[in-house]
């Protein structure tokens, strides 16, 4: 029920910025985790970070840690990934997730070993040195 559209990706010289938007369509946004994941070429899906449906709590990869900030905005049904400091390795393409909320430690949890249950169609972000 839940459709996710990404924008924003690019290319970016190392040590530069990027942010990343994700609009989710329906009424329901605000009930939701959302979160963001990557897949570089011949790598499997990783985790990047996860925001609680109010916002109030955040999760990162430790690779992205102190450099990337996730934040929604729930009146425009959209949330945010805010990408600094980027390096090469961080080239992949970025999809944006949506998950039933649960307990906070449940959803991050999840997410880090599952994914999530709504994905949208991602959005490439290239980073070159």
């Known amino acids: 029920q839940v459709q996710l559209v990404e924008s924003g990706g690019g290319s970016v010289q190392a040590g530069g910025s990027l942010r990343l938007s994700c609009t989710a369509s329906?009424?329901?946004?605000?009930?939701?985790?959302m979160g963001w994941f990557r897949q570089a070429q011949g790598k499997e899906r990783e985790f990047v970070a996860a925001?609680?449906?109010?916002?109030?709590?955040?999760d990162y990869a430790s690779s992205v840690k102190g450099r990337f900030i996730i934040s929604r905005d729930n009146a425009k049904n959209t949330v945010y990934l805010q990408m600094n400091s980027l390096k090469p390795e961080d080239t992949s393409v970025y999809y944006c997730?949506?998950?039933?909320?649960?307990?906070?430690?449940?959803?991050?949890?999840?997410?880090?070993?599952?994914?999530?249950?709504?994905w949208g169609k991602g959005t490439l972000v290239t980073v070159s040195s």
């Open positions: 329906g009424r329901t946004f605000t009930n939701y985790a």
């Open positions: 997730a949506a998950d039933q909320s649960a307990a906070w430690d449940v959803v991050v949890e999840t997410a880090r070993k599952y994914g999530m249950h709504y």
């Open positions: 925001i609680s449906w109010s916002g109030g709590s955040t």
